[in-house]
């Protein structure tokens, strides 16, 4: 009798163990994806500000279609494609910045302070959502979660390379 009600213990822990273990990797999908929407937003609001600049004076002609060109495509990137195109963006922000804006105005200069803070937000956004992608892949690597599929049908995320840009 004191096997079976050892049996059943161990039998209940293994499930309460299971069933905690889904239910954590469900949360840690869901932290990736809410991660991944906000990083998306605030990347969607830099190629519009991108835009703005692009249409303002402070670029020349050739680095305002440069800019254009950019900003258009990391909006309207597919996800297999996101990476070039927001390094793309990055790349001629930077090149932008780089020449350097002595003549801005004070709507420019608030355009330029904006995205500023705008880049370190993507920064904080960057981070957030790596450490998600770790974490939910370190879960997801466990014995007990491969053995018992408890990641469902959800895909293994991933993070993106232009995650890793200076921006």
Do not use: C
Request: net charge neutral; aromatic share 8%.
């Amino acid at each position: 009798m004191r096997t079976w009600i050892s049996i059943g213990f161990l039998l209940l822990i293994g499930i309460w163990y299971l069933s905690f273990s889904a239910t954590r990797l469900d949360r840690l999908h869901h932290r990736v994806e809410t991660s991944w929407a906000n990083l998306d937003v605030l990347l969607q609001k830099r190629a519009a500000i991108a835009l703005e600049i692009a249409h303002s004076d402070l670029a020349d002609p050739a680095t305002s279609m440069l800019l254009t060109g950019a900003a258009y495509q990391a909006r309207d990137a597919e996800v297999k494609n996101r990476s070039m195109a927001e390094s793309g963006l990055s790349g001629a922000l930077g090149l932008l910045i780089a020449d350097g804006l002595p003549h801005a105005s004070a709507p420019e200069q608030a355009l330029l302070q904006e995205l500023s803070v705008l880049t370190s937000k993507i920064r904080i956004a960057i981070s957030i959502h790596t450490d998600a992608v770790s974490s939910t892949q370190m879960v997801r690597r466990k014995f007990f979660v491969r053995m018992f599929r408890l990641a469902g049908t959800a895909p293994l995320p991933v993070t993106y390379e232009f995650e890793s840009d200076a921006l």
